[in-house]
């Protein structure tokens, strides 16, 4: 039989335990919410599409930024691989397509290439 002392303790413990979760919760969503405010738009939580068994989309929002950043890399280093691009801006080349796609789409940018050897040029 456990000693009145050691509940009273873990039942402390668990108490704290979930305390330090739910700050660690409010205070990365409140980084979040200054992010997005920073760069004047609104922020959401992630949508969760049955079909994709769990895993969650990028928003339409987080894609913005994210070409927003890319657009700025290409003028900063234009005729570069996507490689080095991905690479300064912190991401994985892969991550950087649909971005990429809608800056084609848009004419703001133009490709130059082939596959891996396709080179990304600013048109404004």
Known sequence: MRKPGIDNLSMGIEELV????????DAAESALRRAFSDAGLKWTTRVEDPARRGSSRRLKVELEVLSARLLE???ARPGETM????????????ALLRPMAW????????????RNQTRYFPLT
């Open 103 to 114: 800056l084609k789409q848009t004419e703001k940018v133009k490709a130059v290439g082939h």
């Open 18 to 25: 979930r305390e330090h979760i739910m700050a660690t919760r």
């Open 83 to 94: 490689s080095i691009l991905a690479a300064e801006m912190g991401a994985k080349p892969r």
């Open 73 to 75: 890399a290409v003028h």
